[in-house]
């Protein structure tokens, strides 16, 4: 009898293992249109909601990475086009969080606006991940997002570009890099916030998902 719990223990640790590698991440963009004040809510209890991440590049025009984790849009309409309310990052600069935790995440959210005439909504970066606390990072597959973002036929307009976790793809999740790549319009974005959304794994998913790993690594040997 025990010999068979155990083998069905396995059998579905195995199952949640091979679901973590067949999940992917869901990526939604969205155009606020022609208005520019369209009012994103954006969010003031997230995970990373008032930390300072560590900006590795540069931040430009006066802009700040402390403006990501806000937990505000803009703060008044009048200063959509200012990037003192913004971070505009350089080509290839990265922003590091560490969550203090181990997290199992359920979205990301990333928000951008320009001003009239700026052509600074558009979007392009990468997810980098981490699981051990350590300074590696694994880059999350997205896909070609980044070509919707920047064939929006208005450009002068709010953006924001959610990314659902809809499996297993990103649990356990310590550290978090985002990359700020060129959007190929010749103008850096102005991002205003963005929100991680996630929760602590349960013990019993925890002692799941190692027993699983245990029963994969000895059946390698």
């Known amino acids: ?10 059998a579905v640790c195995a199952g949640v293992l091979l679901s973590m590698a067949s999940n992917a991440a869901v990526v939604t963009v969205e155009n606020g249109g022609a208005n520019v004040y369209y009012p994103y809510t954006v969010s003031s209890t997230d ?8 900006l590795a590049g540069s ?12 937990g505000i849009f803009f703060e ?12 505009t990052p350089a080509n290839n600069s990265t922003l590091t969080y560490t969550l203090g935790a181990a997290y199992n995440l359920s979205s990301i959210a990333f928000y951008s606006a320009s ?17 051990d606390g350590g300074a590696s990072f694994t880059t999350l ?13 208005n450009q002068n307009t709010s953006v924001k570009v959610s990314v659902a976790f809809t499996g ?8 978090l890099q985002f990359t700020f790549l060129d959007t190929g319009v010749g103008a850096e974005t102005m991002y205003r916030e963005v929100d991680v959304f996630g929760a602590v794994p349960e013990p019993a998913s925890l002692a799941l998902l ?12």
């Open 59 to 70: 931040a430009l025009y006066g802009s700040s990475a402390v403006k990501m984790t806000d």
């Open 141 to 153: 597959n997205l896909g070609s997002w980044m070509t919707d973002v920047n064939n929006i036929s």
């Open 76 to 87: 008044v309409p009048s200063d959509r086009g200012n990037t003192a309310y913004t971070l």
């Open 115 to 131: 001003g009239s005439g700026q052509t600074r909504s558009q979007q392009n970066w990468t997810i980098g991940y981490n699981t």
């Open 210 to 221: 190692g027993l699983g790993a245990m029963a994969l690594l000895r059946r390698r040997r």
């Open 47 to 54: 995970l990373i909601n008032g930390m300072t991440g560590t």
């Open 168 to 175: 297993a793809e990103m649990q356990g999740i310590q550290k």
């Open 1 to 10: 009898m025990k010999t068979n719990q155990a083998v069905s223990i396995v």
